[in-house]
């Protein structure tokens, strides 16, 4: 019989793992339920985005990510991790279990995989001119691929264009919003903030990169100089990486929850090689946009993440609430 000490160190580390996933805006819109060898994994959904994510669909992605990342922590830890995805309309919060399965040693990409979890970091700006070659976006279309989503690397230059071009249109519709606005505030924090969620002042940097062709960042810090700081000696760089779309064939609520599991497994081996990533989700936030990309650019598969992939020295800063925010104890359960 498993120890239940065992047991109950595995089911811990695989939630203290979950928190460092990905989410739209560090909204962290997730709970985590532990029962026994079980972890439920739940969506807050005070913590969606109303007017960018009215659907859920990044919010879902983030907690996907999250959930990729509880798996493969069991999976490091010598568990086989038995995965069940749950959405379902009378239990719309609970949205994946994971139980621990038999014992397995973890191979070494999961060993590689599990140890980028706190490394890897999104970058807000340009890369270095560092060529990311075809075989290594290949190997990354694999790791998506084995989760159910498709990777694409984009290498034409027209629709490299088109997408810097679609990015921009919704950065600048975006920022005429007022509900857009303000929802970017609420997750932007200024600098010496102690909140454990939201993007940090020292998550961009102060003054915004112009890549070419320019993919505009979200933009925190709304001319109130937030943002590290670079010496002003230096060179500011201006590749965008390689660009790519992360689809999806169907557009449902558990494709959403694939998508989220594949951008982490791509991230966190693009991160084992030093590449890091910067997302450009607004175009998709418009669904207009967002068919356009669709039927033009991505073969009539859904879009769910576009990104530009590239070497950086700059580590941005990320923060995470403390687990005892996020664990939920029989009693505060609910569905
Ligand atoms: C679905 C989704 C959409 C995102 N969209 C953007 C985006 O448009 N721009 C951006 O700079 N970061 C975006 N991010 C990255 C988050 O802001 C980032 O994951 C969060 O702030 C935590 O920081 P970390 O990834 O460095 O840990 C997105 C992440 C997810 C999962």
Redesign the pocket.
């Known amino acids: 019989m498993r120890a239940v000490e065992e047991i109950n160190g595995v089911v811990q580390t695989a939630v203290e793992a979950a928190v460092?996933a990905?989410?739209?805006?560090?909204t962290q819109p997730w709970s985590f339920a532990v029962s026994g060898d079980t972890i439920s994994v739940r969506a807050d959904p005070e913590r969606r985005l109303p007017h960018q994510d009215p659907a859920g669909r990044?919010m879902l992605?983030?907690i996907g990510?999250a959930v990729y990342n509880v798996r493969l922590a069991v999976a490091a830890l010598g568990y086989e991790p038995i995965v069940h995805l749950v959405p379902d309309a009378d239990h719309p919060t609970l949205l994946a279990t994971v139980r621990l399965g038999g014992r397995v040693d973890p191979d070494d990409l999961t060993r590689m995989l599990h140890a980028e979890i706190p490394r890897?970091?999104?970058h807000?700006g340009a890369f270095s001119d560092v060529v990311i070659p075809r075989n290594f976006t290949d190997a990354l279309a694999v790791q998506a691929a084995q989760e159910g989503a498709r990777f694409a690397a984009v290498r034409s230059e027209p629709m490299v264009e088109a997408l810097a071009g679609v990015t921009r249109a919704a950065q600048e519709v975006q920022s005429l919003n007022r509900d857009y606005r303000l929802e970017v505030m609420r997750w932007a924090r200024p600098p010496g903030s102690t909140r454990g969620d939201g993007?940090p002042a020292d998550?961009y940097p102060r003054r915004p990169d112009r890549t070419e062709p320019h993919f505009p960042?979200?933009d925190y810090s709304r001319d109130r100089l937030w943002g590290y700081h670079r010496p002003a000696t230096r060179t500011l760089p201006t590749s965008p990486g390689v660009v790519a779309v992360l689809t999806t064939a169907e557009d449902g609520q558990e494709d959403w929850l694939r998508a989220?599991q594949a951008?982490q497994r791509v991230l966190l081996f693009a991160s084992a090689y030093g590449v890091r990533a910067?997302?450009?989700?607004?175009a998709l936030e418009i669904y207009h946009l967002r068919e356009f990309v669709r039927e033009e650019l991505t073969q009539g598969e859904h879009p769910q993440?576009i990104m530009r992939l590239g070497v950086t020295e700059e580590d941005?800063g990320?923060l995470r609430r403390p687990l005892a925010e996020v664990v939920v104890t029989g009693q505060d359960e609910q569905d």
Not at 22 to 26: A, E, I
């Open positions: 460092w990905p989410s739209v805006h560090n990044e992605i983030s990510a890897r970091r999104t807000r993007v998550a960042q979200r989220g951008l910067a997302f450009h989700t607004q993440m941005a990320t």
